[in-house]
């Protein structure tokens, strides 16, 4: 199904408007397999996205005129913002409350419209949603008041935001249900939360990630970057034990309720940046976050890093080296073929793919899968 937005061409929310979404992927796969091709890669798998209504998270401007209020995006030209009427990329569960919030707003008695400058939405596909609205004023119980009614109308959770003061009306989450790999997987998105933005295509990547691990024979599982749990939780199910690091507090807070949601206990999920984990790894330092965590217990088989776009840092290449197999997954293709420069000294690529979370602008994630050969 194409995008039909009458906005296509002017709101900066997509970049590319000018092209089929085919020839669009058709880009993407050949951008990707340029920069992957000198590590002996010649062909990618491709898991492609719905052309709309694909998107579980948005952020959006109110921007106040004669009208009233409006949403607003960023225009695609760089010259201020523009007014937009609909948004046919969000998940249909955030598309049917746009409106009726709108409304709200602007039929209140102010209580809810003044000094308003932006909405968040989180969802999920089975209609939960999380709506946060940020002002430049202090809400009182006034406000409290009237967004508890607006929550009962929008069958969704409010919360307030104000420089210094946040208002949690009912919940501050969502609860996703992703069918994976033969199975229900349930995960806790927080509204501060980072979560990948696109369900269908995300289960695409955690399913190709476990069709790697099927290829190994056990051991233990070790992850940088693991975030709240996404990839960790259904691979655990093809390792003996897990050790999964994350920077963010409110990740690994998320990452353990995820593990009781799903009953998974062979997991041990740690607060540590990438390089710290390295540095406890490489018994460099110690940390008192890791008392109770025996390291020379574990055999790890398999890594898995899914770093920021700055890629990974030289320590951590050295030490993910040294593992039989890593999964490589990657938000910045550039970053990943820089990595690989040392990577495939010592592994080869056998699988590699593009995932296309983000139709309609120049992004696109890649995942690899390298195997130890020296």
């Known amino acids: 199904m194409n995008l039909e937005c009458k906005h296509f061409g002017t709101c900066g929310s997509c970049s590319i408007y000018e092209l089929s979404y085919e020839d669009e992927l058709k880009e993407k796969k050949e951008r990707v397999l340029g920069l992957l091709s000198p590590f002996g890669v010649s062909n990618l798998e491709v898991f492609s996205a719905s052309e709309s209504h694909y998107r579980a998270r948005a952020e959006f401007k109110i921007w106040h005129d004669d009208n009233g209020a409006n949403y607003a995006m960023g225009r695609l030209d760089k010259k201020g913002s523009v007014n937009i009427f609909e948004c046919p990329k969000v998940i249909k569960p955030i598309e049917k409350r746009m409106e009726p919030l709108l ?5 209140s008695t102010e209580v809810l419209k003044k000094r308003i400058f932006a909405v968040e939405f989180l969802a999920t596909t089975t209609d939960e949603c999380l709506i946060t ?3 430049h004023r202090k809400l009182d119980k006034v406000w409290e008041a009237e967004a508890k009614e607006l929550e009962k109308r929008l069958d969704a959770n409010i919360i307030g935001r104000s420089r210094k003061q946040k208002v949690v009306l009912s919940e501050e989450f969502v609860t996703e249900k992703l069918f994976i790999d033969g199975r229900d997987y349930y995960y806790r998105h927080y509204e501060s939360g980072f979560t990948q933005p ?6 695409k990547m955690i399913e190709w990630a476990i069709k790697q691990a099927k290829k190994v024979d056990g051991g233990d ?3 940088s970057y693991c975030g709240l ?3 960790t939780i259904p691979l655990s199910n093809y390792f003996n034990r897990v050790l999964a690091t994350e920077i963010s507090k409110r990740s690994i807070y998320s990452a353990k309720e995820n593990c009781i949601l799903n009953s998974v206990e062979n997991i041990e999920f740690i607060r540590l940046a990438s390089e710290e984990m390295t540095q406890a790894l490489n018994k460099e330092r110690e940390f008192t976050r890791l008392k ?3 390291l020379d217990a574990y055999c790890f088989s398999t890594v898995l890093v899914d770093p920021p776009r ?4 030289m320590d951590t290449i050295k030490l993910i080296s040294t593992m039989q197999h890593i999964i490589y997954i990657s938000c910045n293709p550039e970053t990943l073929a820089r990595d690989l420069v040392e990577l495939t000294k010592s592994h080869t690529i056998v699988e590699s793919a593009i995932y296309d979370q983000f139709p309609h602008t120049y992004h ?3 995942g690899v899968f390298l195997v130890k050969t020296s």
């Open 364 to 366: 696109v994630e890649s």
């Open 133 to 135: 609205m940020i002002y």
């Open 229 to 231: 749990g996404n990839f």
């Open 292 to 294: 109770d965590v025996d």
């Open 103 to 107: 409304d709200a707003i602007n039929n």
């Open 198 to 203: 696109n369900p269908a295509v995300n289960i």
């Open 310 to 313: 700055a890629g990974l840092d």
């Open 221 to 223: 599982f070790l992850e």
